[in-house]
């Protein structure tokens, strides 16, 4: 449904994006992660049909993204990172005038904006006025704005940034509804643990470079072979943290009290070596074990080197 | 008006517009100071001088001149912010990517923009049943004069329209629709002056005085400037009008119609999103 090809952007002499080759099947929800100018903005710009690309192709449910705009748009609902609302307008009215701009007849309107906001629990709020809705309910109604025309595509450019935490997970349960009816999705975001468990796939971006890519678990494994590992234990602490630091395959030594985690760069042998070790030493070891939930491991595992 | 209420950013815009109490004073201001000027200058008038209906057409001078003012002074400032007021709103990127065209936004824009002054100056023009009281201008005066204004009011809409797609920030972006405006009321009349004055200077004798306007290209000149072409309208003479094939208004109307054709093909150009982003030219 979404694909790009060589996928080139340059501002001037800054390259945002190199190369980039994306290809996300029909009915998959896949996860943009990149940090801040990693190029996830620029990617969904081009897709949208609002930036022209350098260099590359970009198809939209099988159309090009500059050969066939009209196509793409009809496609295609697309949520920026940043956007406005029309402050004057009612709540109904707001999605009346999208809903206009995509040719939709009057007489079916109605119906769809009920449905919409039933859809993002705004259903109490038609008759108030835009601006005074909360940030969330905002980002929630531009999210009804993207479908009402029911597009098969979704880009999403971080939709949960800047949101409280109950706004947020409003905002996932959405998602999976949406993701429940079979829409394409790709959905951008700098936070990671807010994806993990909504994407079918996630991409790496760094420096406009697709650095990974693949069902989540694969991509945790990766090429580089480094593994995220879990160890908790019942005392000997300071034991425990200076045997791991003296292990030449352990990166990234993050202390969280109660356990420990790190990037592990050894084999499975390595691995009953480093446990033989602990407990050699004398120490209780409740849990040793790899650690799959944080993404944000993953990701900094990845990212490891990357354009220094 | 079916088809003009179906385009939805018309009905967006109107809403927006109507809804902000602002537009309801700005209107009744208007007409205040319009009829305040009017009737003050009514009733001074008549204090040093008896009236004779049918020959006072300064009242009718004074009047015109006063909304061509305000028409220059209004029209660039509401559609200067148009495109821009989107763009700084971030919802212009949202807007583009509807089945909206560009070309249907512009025109949408402008329409939306140039109908809240047509009502203006609709709403004034019972004050000229004061200035007809004391004669001296006929219907068919006070008609070419509306369309005087009605073209003016396109052309300084296109114009402002133009500067809001052209330049980000809505401040810069009317501050130059101004500047353009003064241009061509004051610009072209000063550049018609001294191409004039130049030529008598350069050959004296092949331009005896008064005659240098009989040049067809000082023609279209003058013709180009509205302060000239309006006080031809209410029959006064700035320069000595010489023998055109046109009358100079109609030159006037089909240049700024021309002109206002071209502006806003520019900025549909412009505001196409992918042969050119609205922000490659800040760089
Ligand atoms: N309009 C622009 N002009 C110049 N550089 C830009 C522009 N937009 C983005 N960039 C640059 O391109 C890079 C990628 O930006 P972006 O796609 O917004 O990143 P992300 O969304 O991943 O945070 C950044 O280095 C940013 O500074
Ligand atoms: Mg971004």
Redesign the pocket.
Known sequence: MIQTVHLT?Q??K?E??HDLNLHIEKGKVFGFI????????????ILATLLAPTDGKAYVAGYDVVKEPKQVRQALGYMP?FFGVYDNLKTAEYLDFYAAAYNIPPAKRKSIIVDLLELVNLSDKADAYVDSLSRGMKQRLGLARCLVHSPDVLIL??PASGLDPRARIEMREILKQLRGMGKTILI?S?ILPELAELCDEIGV?EK?RLIACGAVEEVSAGTRGISVMQVKVLQSHDAARTVLQASPYVRRLDDKGSHFRFQFTGTEVDKAVLLQQLIGAGIPVVHFGESKENLEDVFLAITEGVGS | MKAFLANPLIVKEMRERFRKKITYWILGLYLFVMGAILLGFMYVNQLNSIMIPGENRELFILIAVIQYAMICFIAPALSAGTISGERERQTLHVLLTTQLSPGRIIWSKLLTSLAYIFLMVISSLPLYSFVFLYGGISPQQLFTLVLFFAVNIVFFGALGLFCSTWIKRTGVSTITAYGLAFFFVVGTGLVCLFTADLLQELYPQQYPPGDVYQEPALQMLAALNPVNVMFQLLGEELVPAGESFLPPWLIFTLCYLGFTGILVGWSTYLLHPVRR?P??WT?
Do not use: F, Q, R, V
């Open positions: 952007k501002y001037g800054l945002a994006l990149g940090p801040n100018g990693a190029g996830k903005s620029t990617t969904m710009l990172d450019d971080e951008s700098h971006i406009g | 982003l922000w490659h760089k």
